[in-house]
Structure formats: C-alpha cells, structure tokens
C-alpha cells in the first residue's frame, strides 16, 4: 500500500474532491423518509424534464454503435447561431473544461478563480499540476478586472454557481482586452438569466464560452456540454479531446431532440421564473439570474441544512464553496408543489 501511494502524482495532495449534492438514496436510509416524500432542491436540475421528443429519441438509439456527433454539432451551430467549426462538445461542461485545460495549462502555470463559485475550476487547476489564485467576490458578488500577467487562464461564471448574480459585459471585456489569458465564460445557467455575453466568442480569440444541456434542457443524467471557441482553439481540442469526446448515442441522439423543441424548454424556463420570483419574495434572497437562490441563514448553514433534510427537503450547504462562509444555503428552484414543500420547512427552520 505504501509504494503504491508514493506512486501518486503530488498534486494530489493539495486536490480537495467535487461535493455533489445529496441524491434520494443517502437521505432515505438516513433519515427513513420514503424517496417518494422527498424534495430534491439541491443540484440544480430542471424540475420539469426534457422535452417528450428526448424519450421518444431515446427508444431509438442502437447501444451497439459508436456515437456520430455530426448532427449534434450542426443543432448547436443553428442554436448558438456560431459556425460549426466553433462547436466543440464533451461529456458534461466538466467533460468540456477537462480537455480544455489539458490543452493551456502545465505544471507551475496559474488560474484565477473568483470566489465563491464552482468547485470543478480548482479541481481541473490542481490535476493540472497548475497553481489557483483565489481572488474574493464584492459586496454585490462582483469580479475584479486586474488579472496578474502570470496567470494562464481565467474562470468565470455567468450566471454564478452559487451566487445567482451576472458579471457585466463591460467587465469581461475589460479582462479579455487587458490579458493574454485564455479567458473561460461558463454560462450553465444562462438560458434562465436576462443576457447572454455569447457574441463575443466571435470577436475575442481569447474567450472560450462553455454551456451545458443539464440545466434548461433537463438532461442532467446524459452528461452533454459544449463550448463555442476561437477556431484556434477550437481546432486543439478536437485534437486533444477522448474518442467520440465522451459522449455517448444516448446523448446525441437527446441532444439534438431537446435542441428540436425549443418551445418546450423556453415554457420549462418560464415556469421556473415565475416560482423563483415566488421563492425570492418570501425569502429575501439575494437577487438570481439562475435556477436556484442564494439564501444567507441567521445560524450556521449545516445545522439549517440538516434541519431540512430531517424534513426531507434537500438543498445546499454552501460551506463546501470556497469564500462562502457558514451562513449561506443554496436551493433550487422546483415545481410549484416542491416548492410549497420548501417554504413550509423554510418558516419552520428559518422563522
């Protein structure tokens, strides 16, 4: 055991694992409530679910062939309105990001990161033997615009994971004509959110903007992103990426379905709204451009959240966000009966 530890590449000691949020099966066996009573409201997915196009394409993939991403690849050019030759797809936006970090960062290299934020930027940055700079949020989750000249790229999230909040056009491209970093735009959530800064991976050769089909599309459990990049990179990471780039039949064949039925998606988003409104009033959370709120507690946030699993509500203990302390929860927004749900316990828990 101990030579095969000393096996293990050093970097490994400074890597602190992704926490995903708590599913049915662990809440069940430990607080005995039936996974049938059980509100899911803490990663984030769309209550809803993906277009009844994705089920139907889903009865007719062929498990024994290799996926053919071609068609995907032209949805998502229609989609993003961006050339194909700017499409590059993986498994997940974690699938994304993976190859595109192999692809600009090596040993000693340094990332800023903006805290709080999502965990995955620094786990990428750490197995990359990479060095993260921390920079902390403003009182309103805004980001600083000075990026240190020795840092490689830069990770920003819009709409943030977990404050909810926009970073302006203005800053970004501030950052983007002020560095030679490469320059990583995750918009996750951005089909819930009043903008989109998108356009300007066509004017920027820097700017890689990453999006995902979990979110608005409701295709969590298929694992599809994609980014729209500078055809220089974009060329690179077709090079770099695994066979197939991790997909698989299953999410092609979803991909381009749920991409099919727009009309579905846009009534997901704005039912999703209208109850995040709902969830906001009575709350008073800091204002969301995302599918979920960011809600500050007057106790420490891991008593509050295991208060509401003992309910059977799961949501977010953001203490596993770097810089977002121990008094901020987050919780996603659900169906309107999910969310009657979470406003009961919420009285009883946070009253």
Not at 253 to 280: C, F, H, N, P
Request: proline share 7%; aromatic share 10%.
């Amino acid at each position: 055991m101990e030579k095969s530890s000393k096996s293990l590449r050093p970097c490994l000691d400074q890597l602190k694992p992704y926490i995903a949020g708590k599913g049915y099966t662990e809440i069940s066996r430990k607080y005995g409530v039936p996974p049938e009573k059980i509100v899911k409201l803490g990663s984030n997915e769309n209550p809803y679910g993906p277009s009844p196009k994705v089920l139907s394409a889903m009865q007719r993939v062929s498990p024994e062939r290799y996926p053919e991403p071609e068609e995907l690849i032209t949805s998502l050019a229609e989609y993003t309105k961006c050339p194909e030759q700017m499409i590059v797809i993986g498994a997940g936006m974690d699938g994304v990001m993976d190859t595109l970090t192999r692809l600009f960062l090596d040993k000693g290299e340094k990332t800023q990161i903006y805290t709080p934020t999502f965990s995955y930027y620094e786990i990428l940055t750490t197995l990359c033997g990479a060095t993260p700079l921390f920079v902390p949020r403003g009182p309103r989750f805004e980001i600083s615009t000075k990026i240190r000249e020795e840092v490689k790229m830069v990770f920003i999230c819009s709409p943030n994971n977990p404050t909810g909040n926009l970073t302006s056009g203005e800053d970004v491209k501030t950052i983007l004509e002020s560095t030679k970093s490469i320059v990583f735009l995750d918009e996750a959530y951005v089909e819930f959110a009043e903008r989109s800064l998108l356009k300007l991976a066509r004017k920027y050769d820097n700017l890689v903007v990453g999006r995902t089909m979990s979110k608005a599309f409701g295709l969590a459990g298929l694992r599809l992103g994609y980014a729209v990049a500078p055809e220089w990179i974009a060329d690179q990471y077709r090079r770099a990426a695994p066979p197939f780039f991790g997909i698989t039949c299953a999410s092609v064949a979803t991909g381009v379905a749920a991409l099919s039925d727009q009309d579905y998606m846009k009534r997901s988003v704005d039912k999703i709204l209208t109850e995040r409104d709902r969830l906001r009033k009575e709350t008073g959370s800091h204002p969301s451009q995302a599918n979920f709120l960011y809600i500050e507690t007057a106790e420490p946030s891991d008593i509050v959240g295991e208060r509401f699993l003992q309910r059977g509500i799961i949501i977010r203990d953001c203490r596993s966000f770097r810089g977002a302390g121990d008094y901020h929860i987050r919780v996603s927004v659900g169906t309107p009966e999910e969310n009657d749900l979470f406003l009961t316990a919420y009285r009883e828990v946070c009253a």
